[in-house]
């Protein structure tokens, strides 16, 4: 029985990579984040503040059996979502205080599994070298990727366990309060022009640009290759659906998973239109019978401003991963129309 730690449980990545490792019979999960998850079989969640290294070292000290970390916790600034890299202390800090403190707990830790992301190569600063590589320079100025890579590159030094760090690009998921995720932006705001009698448009600049994304229950399946495969040892991986899109020829389709007409692109910023949109979002939940979510936790605005606004091309290469053995992908555009329909058919918008 392999024991796992899921840092970051009720994001966009964690929680998918603690429901991948639920369905295997041969592991058992505990997930750390400030909001306590619920419990299932081989599942148990601790509620810890990470930022407060004796909290952590309390709390984690139980964790003695742990073979396998998985680093997915996030903490965002404040502003745009692309000056998002630049909060460094508190990120660091999540890493340090979590893996030390495990690392004291348990002597059968095998391995650490870092999320970072494409960042790493400038993606969020403007157009960079394409498709990146993970051997590709990094950019020049701060990130807390570069931090967290160094500090535990630096204290795995001499260990008896191993790390891999995977950047994937744009997670599409669900996970109510979550900073990074872009297809509850799309569907909430799908969700409000139609119910304003707009057409779907567009609202950034990135209309012609070739981009990727990351499914985040594709991602679990990566991070499980990632823990468990003997080449990854202290290696860098690229994780993405495996494909390129442009949004000129995915946004017809996301309307049409709308029921709804493309409008020509305009330019806008989410953040803005959206400010005073909450008591609109109150009544579609009660006139359409609409899960429960607060217009505050069901979609991060900030972060749909960043992705629909970078245009450039945004590519990294995925050989790496493909010729070390993880070879699963998937079609992009295919996705966003499958999950779309999830979200209406599990009424999280109507």
Request: one cysteine or more; a positive charge; charged letters at 20%.
């Amino acid at each position: 029985m392999r024991s796992a730690v899921v840092v970051g449980a009720q994001g966009v990545i964690g929680r998918y990579v603690v429901e991948k490792l639920a369905s295997l019979p041969d592991w058992q999960v505990t997930g750390l984040s400030r909001r306590r998850g619920t419990d299932a079989p081989r599942v148990r969640h601790l509620s810890v503040d990470l930022l407060d290294p004796s909290d952590a070292n309390a709390k984690l000290q139980g964790l003695a059996d742990t073979t396998h970390v998985f680093f997915a916790a996030f903490q965002p600034g404040s502003g745009p979502a692309a000056d998002y890299a630049k909060n460094i202390a508190a990120n660091r800090d999540l890493l340090v205080n979590s893996v030390s403190a495990i690392d004291r707990a348990s002597a059968k830790l095998e391995r650490v599994v870092l999320v970072t992301g494409t960042k790493y190569y400038g993606s969020h600063l403007g157009p960079f070298r394409t498709p990146a590589r993970e051997d590709d320079p990094r950019h020049p100025g701060a990130n807390y990727y570069f931090d967290q890579i160094d500090w535990l590159t630096s204290f795995q030094k001499g260990k008896r366990w191993n790390w891999t760090e995977l950047r994937p690009q744009t997670l599409c998921g669900f996970a109510p309060g979550t900073a990074m995720s872009i297809v509850p932006v799309i569907a909430v705001y799908a969700a409000m022009r139609k119910e304003l009698g707009l057409p779907l448009a567009f609202p950034g600049k990135a209309w012609s640009s070739l981009y990727q994304v990351t499914e985040s229950a594709h991602f679990a399946q990566a991070a499980y290759w990632a823990a468990t495969e003997p080449r990854c040892a202290n290696q860098a991986y690229n994780i993405t659906n495996g494909d390129y899109f442009r949004w000129q020829h995915a946004w017809p389709k996301i309307a049409a998973a709308f029921d709804m007409p493309v409008g020509d692109p305009q330019p806008h910023s989410l953040v803005q239109f959206m400010a005073h949109k909450a008591p609109l979002w109150d009544a579609m939940v009660k006139q359409h019978g609409l899960q429960q979510y607060r217009f505050n936790e069901i979609a991060a605005w900030p972060f749909g401003d960043y992705v629909f606004s970078c245009d450039w091309d945004v590519m990294t290469n995925v050989t790496k991963a493909r010729l070390h053995g993880f070879q699963a992908a998937v079609d992009s555009e295919e996705m966003f129309v499958r999950l779309l329909a999830r979200f209406r058919r599990e009424r999280i918008v109507p």
